[in-house]
């Protein structure tokens, strides 16, 4: 009998991107934003609700000395007494910062899966890069790349995994600003303390997180019987179970537990929380993170 | 052999393999068995849930002990243990004297008389002692003087069962002979078990040997049966059987009829009632069958005994019975028919002529090929009848013809007689004759008829003459007291002719009322040659040449060299000895069959035997020592299975297994091993239950569901048939709710909605039109499906057969595999010529003018039964033959063409995307439907001039 489970080599960034596109494709441009945002607000930029630079008319005043000529709005002057300017609404992209866990455990892909955790973590992230760089997001990838406001920021995020490569563990959340938003596709499987620990270190700098929690069916279902030895990917440690079918409920358990406590963390942080199986599309996640996330920035973009 | 023991080892040095017992059980203990490894990054999680580290780095004791076992029981079996090995039997010092009995009750366990024999000699010549032995079936030759030990073993080697009684007298002589004036013998006597006529001769001259030391070896008489006769009789074949008298059980065999290649034409159960010696089995099978039975046997008996060979008398003749007045059943003493059927009956068939044409009833009766035709009184034969007889007879047909009145008076040449007759009759006694009416002489002894005796009071009271010629007295069979012939016989060609020279009811003679005239009727049939032949007519004491014998096991061989001719006396059963042993004798064409057993023959147990010195009684026995090989490989094969199951368990195989058979999707494998076990469980213990299922499931395929029924008849519907593939099935579903809305919306039949039939088990009865696409990939229907679609073309049903890939207009000529398909199907329907429709055929007008029947494609003709030409039609504008054409064929794929979906949408785009494409072919379904409904309706023009002149006004 083959083992259920196995770890295979890592995704190359390129064809990862490529599954991205394919997924990106089967979400229309911000399709959960556009039933939120009203028709006013063009969708990803998002209009701050005062005046300032940007593309869209906010109001006309009254011209006062020592403005720029160049702004009065002669149209509407020619139609009394009075000078006005024209005022924009002011617009600001946001920051979001995805990452994708690259430890070794994500290498893992059991049978009943059709790609590993890395693999669907790296599409994940990258569809979302595809998505938010459309709607003119900045997007950065702790670690690896500063934030940057491109259309094709998805290539980039590749390209740079490529290149640079990325080092395993939680991301370096020295450049991460305030009011930036991340993204953080990972099996968290690593002690809930020290995950915790992260997150809350974050969230004191302002980040506002979420959280994709990887698993594999296997991971959660736990489908062996009989005697077992498994072995970790990470630490490479070894434990012998004699009748594995004897531990399929305390381990759906406690793996269920693990699950909560992060739930909970995010729950109280205001973050977003999802539960994602390899066994499913990446685009229900997608679509998940993306309502979540733009949701989001609408929320944080009314904050100001 | 370990002496002593009742528990002995061939090879006991592999004993000493036990002591690697202890090293098995040091490896067993020290290797589990290997943990299945699986990559788990979890295992953090998992080790929090896993308390206690489990480390049974050694295997359970339990499984220790059964591979223990296992070892040892592979151990044991290899050295051949034996339990109550046979021990020794001889005592004494002097030579020892085996008689053997190998008569035909030896033949079954000949075997273990072998063994046992041999074994005996082995004791011998471990002892030195020299051998004498006599074997009770073999003739004089057999020498029964003392020899060495291994000489005698080559002797027992060589001998076999013979198919013949024993004679132990002549072995107990030879014996006492060869060991007379030597020291005390060691007397064992192999026996079967059975009494011979002089075996108390035997012991009495055994006993004169003084013996130190008697053994009788008897075998359990339960399996011997001998079939003692074969009566083929009117209704049933009756065989008889016996068995050694004493046994108080019951017992029941089978008894086979074999014909002559040894296939099998039908058993018989033979069951002997308790206390019971004798049993019948009664064959229950058609005389033609029973004709060519050459053979009959017990089941598993492999003796002479148990076979009864039969020949050419067993058969039972088929008697045609001619008669010139066949109308006289009023009085039926007076028929001339009435006595021969009497006296034929219980012997022979009985085939009377049918009408009273002779022309037409004799070949008619001669096609049936009966082995005797009678004709009673019959003068002058129809030219036809004659020649056909004449042919009869010489083909190796018997005659049998009766005088009376008619063929006095018959004045021509008759060539069907056997002499030449006088004309008139000779009348003796009576008013106007001194002569007084004449007994018969006793039959000569060189007669067929020698051995009947023939009362005194039969009296022959007017006869036909026969002209004096040479050869007259050799013709003769049997003749009155004043040397005038009365029967006589003539043989012509292969066949042979006998007449009676009296009439064969009583008013010429009384003949017919004695128990004599049954006797040489049935002496006449039984010379007859089954079906139509002459086993010869020569007169008795023939002398046959041995052609088959059967072997001491009961099988036919050629036979040896000391077996002689036989010479057969009339009406005797001939002796069976070595020189005659049972068997075939004769030739190939014609035999006689020489049995073993008389029908009066009994069988009885050896009576107690008194040899002058204590008996000691014994079986033969092979039985009692038990191998205990066998059984100890199969322990351990049992062993290794439950350690096999065990180690599935420990591993958690058992668990997969469960998993997988309720998780369904991964489920196949697991399933089919627990399909395989059960299905080879099921066919092993539950064959008949299930053949009894599928009887009882039989019947219903045919039944009609009564709600379907009433469904499919409510209203019309169209229909077609489900090739079993689901896409093409909806296509099809969908194409005629098309057709079927589009009927409705335009004709004034309103069809109900379309209904898929199963051509192999749903009623096609009830639709005029069944729309078939042809799928290669579809699976073929069934011969008994194809069928019902034959009979339901036959009944005036139409099938549209559709080979949906336009393949039929392909320029290559290349047969696609749609194509093939529709061949294999039409291969085994009867099929009319066919024809491209016809620009005049009243489907271009049933509904719609039509010219053409588009459907997706338009490449296709539509091909319909081929109209017979009609030359006066030819002004007419449309023909329509005399029915409905039972079969349409396209390959314009109707069907999706006209498919529309809930809402009305069309389906399938057709090639031409004019929107007229689309009309046309649902014209092209309309037309179709009328054209079935209809038939030739729209054909019949006759009225047309005074329709169109109504509508002028």
């Not at chain 2, 490449?859 to 319909?864: A, I, P, Q």
């Not at chain 2, 009309?919 to 439907?929: F, K, P, Q, T």
Request: hydrophobic share 45%; glycine share 8%; charged share 20%.
């Amino acid at each position: 009998m083959p083992p259920i489970g196995q770890t295979v080599s890592p995704t190359p960034s390129r064809d990862a991107l490529k599954r991205a596109r394919q997924r990106a494709a089967l979400l229309p441009d911000l399709l959960v934003e556009a039933q939120r945002v009203v028709s006013s607000t063009i969708s990803g930029w998002h209009g701050r609700r005062r005046r300032g630079a940007g593309e869209n008319f906010w109001q006309f005043r009254p011209f006062v000395d020592g403005e720029s000529v160049a702004r009065i709005d002669w149209r509407r002057s020619a139609r009394d007494d009075h000078v006005y300017l024209r005022d924009q609404e002011w617009e600001a992209a946001q920051t979001v910062w995805l990452w994708a866990d690259a430890s070794p455990s994500m290498l893992y892909q059991s049978r009943g899966a059709s790609v590993s955790k890395e693999s669907r973590a790296l599409v994940i992230v990258l569809a979302l890069a595809e998505l938010l760089a459309r709607s003119g997001e900045r997007i950065g990838y702790p670690g690896v790349m500063d934030p940057v406001i491109s259309r094709n920021a998805a290539e980039k995020i590749a390209a740079a995994l490529m290149t640079i490569g990325q080092k395993p563990g939680f991301p370096p959340d020295d450049r991460l600003q305030r009011f930036s938003e991340i993204v953080l596709v990972s099996d968290f499987l690593d002690p809930v303390d020290e995950v915790l620990g992260h997150m809350e270190r974050l969230a004191r700098r302002g980040v506002r997180g979420h959280l994709v929690a990887l698993a594999d069916p296997a991971e959660e279902t736990f489908p062996y019987a009989g005697r077992t030895e498994f072995r970790d990917p990470e630490t490479g440690a070894r434990l012998t179970a004699g009748r594995a079918e004897t531990l399929t409920e305390d381990y759906r358990r406690v793996f269920a537990a693990h699950r909560e406590a992060l739930a909970d963390t995010c729950r109280k942080l205001d973050w977003g929380f999802l539960a994602h199986r390899t066994d499913r599309l990446a685009s229900e996640a997608l679509v998940a993170v993306h309502a979540r996330l733009a949701g989001g920035l609408h929320a944080s973009g009314r904050r100001i | 052999m370990m002496g002593g023991l009742s528990l002995s080892f061939g090879a006991p040095l592999v004993l000493f393999g036990l002591l690697a017992l202890p090293a098995i059980w040091w490896l067993l203990r020290l290797t589990p068995p290997k943990p299945q490894t699986e990559t788990f990054p979890p295992l953090a999680i998992l080790r929090s849930v896993l308390k206690t580290e489990e480390t049974p780095q050694k295997t359970p004791w339990w499984l220790v002990l059964l591979r223990l076992l296992l070892a040892a029981a592979v151990i044991f079996a290899l050295a051949a243990p034996t339990l109550n090995p046979r021990d020794s039997i001889l005592s004494g010092s002097g030579p020892l004297a085996l008689m053997i009995d190998n008569g035909w009750a030896s033949g079954p366990d000949w075997d273990d008389r072998q063994a046992t024999a041999e074994a005996l000699i082995g004791e011998a010549k471990d002892a030195g002692r020299p051998v004498a032995l006599a074997f009770t079936a073999e003739g004089s030759s057999d020498d029964a003087t003392p020899a060495e030990a291994d000489e005698a073993l080559v002797r027992l080697r060589a001998a076999e069962p013979r198919p013949i009684p024993t004679d132990r007298a002549a072995a107990a002589t030879r014996l006492s002979t060869a060991l007379s004036g030597g020291a005390q013998p060691s007397l064992v006597l192999l026996t079967d078990g059975l009494d011979s006529p002089r075996t108390d001769d035997a012991l009495q001259t055994l006993a004169g040997l003084s013996p130190e030391q008697a053994v009788v070896y008897r075998p359990p008489l339960d399996g011997v049966v001998g079939l003692t006769s074969a009566d083929n009789s009117t209704e049933a074949l009756v065989v008889q059987a016996v068995r050694p008298e004493g046994s108080s059980q019951g017992a029941s065999f089978t008894v086979h009829a074999l014909d002559e290649q040894g296939r099998e034409l039908g058993h018989a159960p033979l069951d002997f009632a308790a206390n019971a010696s004798t049993a019948e089995a009664r064959f229950d099978v058609p005389v033609e069958l029973r004709n060519d039975i050459a053979r009959l046997q017990v089941e598993d008996g492999l003796s002479a005994g148990a076979v009864r060979l039969v020949d050419d008398s067993f058969r039972r003749r088929r008697v045609a019975l001619i008669s010139g007045e066949s109308s006289d059943l009023a009085q039926p003493l007076l028929s001339p028919l009435y006595y021969i059927t009497r006296a034929l009956q219980p012997f022979a068939d009985l085939d009377p002529a049918k009408s009273a044409d002779l022309a037409t009833s004799v070949p008619e009766l001669l096609q049936r090929h009966p082995s005797v035709v009678v004709l009673a009184d019959i003068g002058v034969l129809p030219q036809a009848a004659s020649e056909a007889l004449q042919a009869y007879v010489e083909n190796g047909g018997t005659l049998l013809r009766f005088a009376g009145p008619r063929l006095a008076a018959q004045t021509g040449e008759d060539k069907l007689v056997p002499v030449r007759l006088r004309r008139g009759e000779r009348q003796l006694g009576g008013a106007l004759s001194w002569a007084e009416p004449q007994h018969v002489a006793p039959m000569a002894a060189s007669s067929p008829f020698a051995g009947i005796a023939i009362p005194d009071d039969v009296t022959v009271s007017r006869q036909v003459l026969a002209e004096p010629s040479s050869d007259l007295s050799e013709k003769t069979w049997a003749s009155l007291a004043d040397g005038t012939p009365l029967v006589t016989a003539e043989t012509v060609g292969a066949g042979s002719i006998v007449l009676f020279h009296v009439t064969a009811e009583a008013t010429w003679s009384n003949l017919p009322l004695s128990g004599a005239f049954v006797g040489m009727l049935r002496r006449v049939v039984s010379l007859s040659r089954a079906g139509g032949g002459n086993a010869g007519s020569e007169a008795g004491g023939r002398t046959l040449p041995p052609y088959r014998v059967l072997d001491g096991r009961g099988r036919l061989t050629t036979p040896g060299p000391d077996v002689e001719p036989l010479t057969v006396g009339a009406g005797e059963a001939p002796a069976v000895g070595r020189a005659h042993p049972p068997g075939l004798y004769g030739t190939e064409d014609g035999y006689a069959a020489v049995n073993l057993l008389s029908p009066d023959a009994t069988l009885r147990p050896l009576p107690d035997v008194d040899l002058g010195a204590p008996v000691e009684a014994r079986g033969y026995g092979r039985s009692e020592s038990l191998d205990l090989m066998p059984w100890l490989f199969s322990l351990a094969l049992i062993l290794f299975a439950l350690d096999a199951l065990a180690l599935l368990a420990l591993n958690g195989g058992l668990a997969r297994l469960r998993r997988r058979l309720s998780g369904g999707s991964g489920a196949a494998a697991g399933l089919s091993v627990v399909l395989l076990s059960v299905l080879v469980v099921a066919t092993l213990m539950a064959s008949p239950v299930n053949a009894q299922q599928m009887n009882d499931s039989a019947p219903q395929a045919g039944r009609l569901d009564v709600d379907q029924a009433i469904e499919a008849t409510r209203t019309t519907h169209l229909a077609y048939v489900e090739t079993g593939e689901d896409a093409v099935d909806e296509i099809s579903r969908a194409g005629l709710e098309g057709l079927t809305r589009y009927i409705a919306a335009k004709t004034s039949l309103e069809p109900g909605h379309p209904i898929g039939v199963d051509i192999a088990a749903d009623e096609l009865a009830f639709y005029p039109l069944l729309y078939w696409p042809i799928e290669a990939s579809a699976p073929m229907p069934d011969a008994a499906a194809i069928s019902r679609v034959d009979a339901y073309m036959k009944n005036g049903g139409t099938v549209l057969f559709d080979i949906h890939d336009d393949a039929l207009t392909d320029l290559s000529g290349a047969v696609s595999p749609a194509q093939k398909r529709l061949r294999n199907i039409l291969a085994d329907l009867d099929i009319p010529p066919l024809e491209p429709v016809p620009p005049d055929h009243v489907l271009t007008k049933s509904f719609y003018m039509m010219e053409r029947f588009p459907g997706r494609h338009s490449g296709s003709e539509l091909w319909v039964e081929a109209l017979a030409a009609d030359p006066e039609g030819a002004a007419r504008p449309a023909r329509g033959g005399d029915g409905v054409s039972s079969l349409m064929i396209t390959s314009n794929d109707f069907a999706s063409a006209w498919a529309i979906d809930d809402s009305g949408q069309f389906l399938y785009p057709t090639d031409n995307a004019d929107p007229r494409e689309r009309e046309l072919a649902y014209r092209a379904g309309v037309n179709i439907m009328m054209y079935v409904l209809t038939g030739n309706y729209k054909a019949d023009q006759v009225h047309l001039p005074a329709l169109l002149e109504r509508l002028g006004q």
